[in-house]
């Protein structure tokens, strides 16, 4: 008995797994749909940019969206402005590498969330 039992959690767990992974990269391909449709237009005002993030917010269940300058300036879908110059996951993102944050405390309520970053790229062309 105590043998099925441990293969039944063995199993739930394996599931469990499995529907984490599908959730993350669901969300990570959402941001890099997102991502790409931002345009050179698009960077001339980064806070109406970031507001416009409103219908996937909804959509997708986010807290919120923001779009972020080299520098680390992060322009919010809730109208604020936020250093995230230093947060590892702005970090990891700047370098090309998408990723999840860990628990960290939210800039506006500092709240425990996790943060999905994206990099995105404008190419101009020549």
């Known amino acids: 008995m105590k043998a099925y039992f441990l293969k039944q959690t063995q199993e739930i767990s394996i599931q469990v797994g499995k529907n984490v992974e599908d959730t993350l990269n669901e969300k ?9 449709y931002i345009d050179e237009k698009d ?6 940019t970031a507001e416009s993030f409103s219908e996937t917010i909804e959509k997708e269940g ?3 969206m923001a779009i ?8 919010a879908s809730n109208g604020e402005i936020y250093d ?8 990891k993102a700047k370098q090309g590498k998408e990723n999840v944050s860990n628990v960290v405390n939210s800039l506006d ?7 999905f970053a994206v990099q995105y ?5 020549q």
């Open 28 to 36: 990570f391909k959402i941001l890099r749909i997102t991502a790409k």
């Open 43 to 48: 960077l001339s005002n980064l806070k109406e």
């Open 62 to 64: 986010f807290r919120k």
């Open 68 to 75: 972020s300058t080299l520098d680390g300036k992060s322009y």
């Open 84 to 91: 995230v110059s230093e947060r590892e996951y702005f970090k």
């Open 109 to 115: 309520d500092y709240s425990q969330v996790n943060i």
């Open 121 to 125: 790229i404008i190419y101009k062309e």
